[in-house]
């Protein structure tokens, strides 16, 4: 079923549902990773809040599945970890292949999206379960990356790599992000060295003070970017001082 590909095994699906929910789905059978779910075509790809991933043939869709132990509340952290891992493998791409002047596009915005310039290219949705011991809990990293073709995600503004140097197919991609996606969350150690990572994060996430926009559901938030906790979670500085903690939410930057 699998194939040895780099530090992590590979599932290669011609098409599927969703990477995610294969990837899940194998968890529950008694797969325990680490191991790659990645097909050419998806169906029902998703993005995060149930939105529709609209997926095109020569995009990546893959999902990676890593059993864990550590402290549950950690593991919203991941997104995180997840996001940096793809900038590393990115940029490695565009640096091997004489584009490092394109590098200084790429950005992360909270808590899930990749971006180039203005425009997504590409976006983490991670789902976790847990066993029948509670230290315990099956995660699944999935990314979609517009490698070839942009306008993905339905109703976002989308670039694709490929117009910024990066002619790249997605199992190339995959061997840079698999390298990437285990040294992180080597790094991040179930939490334990997500100072590191937070630090790696905001070094990708811009300068703050920026105007921000905050979606919390039919809830507003305006300020202005004020960077990350200690924990993970999206300070905005508000027009009276205070700075407000997010857990989730949806982000825009005017």
Request: aromatic fraction near 6%; glycine fraction near 12%.
């Amino acid at each position: 079923m699998t194939a040895g590909y780099g530090v992590s095994a590979v599932l290669h699906l011609e098409t599927c549902g969703s990477t995610n929910k294969e990837a899940m789905r194998l968890a529950h059978s008694g797969e325990t990773g680490p191991l790659w779910v990645c097909a050419r075509l998806q169906s029902e790809g998703r993005g995060r809040s149930g939105r529709k991933w609209v997926s095109k043939q020569g995009n990546l869709f893959a999902s990676l599945l890593v059993r864990l132990k550590g402290p549950m509340e950690n593991l919203g952290q991941l997104s995180l970890v997840a996001g940096i891992a793809v900038a590393d493998a990115i940029t490695l791409a565009l640096t091997e292949r004489g584009e490092q002047k394109q590098v200084g596009k790429l950005w992360l915005k909270w808590p899930n999206d990749i971006m180039f310039g203005p425009a997504k290219c590409g976006g983490l949705l991670v789902e976790t379960s847990t066993s029948q011991h509670d230290e315990v809990a099956n995660i699944v990293i999935g990314v979609g990356l517009n490698l070839a073709h942009g306008a993905n995600l339905e109703d976002r503004a989308t670039s694709c790599l490929s117009d910024h140097g990066l002619e790249i197919l997605p199992t190339e991609i995959l061997a840079y992000l698999d390298q990437a996606m285990l040294l992180r969350l080597h790094q991040w150690d179930r939490g334990n060295g997500f100072s590191a990572i937070r630090a790696s994060w905001l070094a990708m996430a811009g300068k703050a003070g920026r105007p921000i926009t905050v979606h919390e559901g039919a809830n507003v938030i305006k300020g202005r970017f004020e960077g990350l906790s200690q924990e993970g979670r999206l300070l905005v500085r508000l027009d009276g001082g205070t700075v407000k903690e997010i857990a989730w939410g949806d982000v825009l930057f005017p």
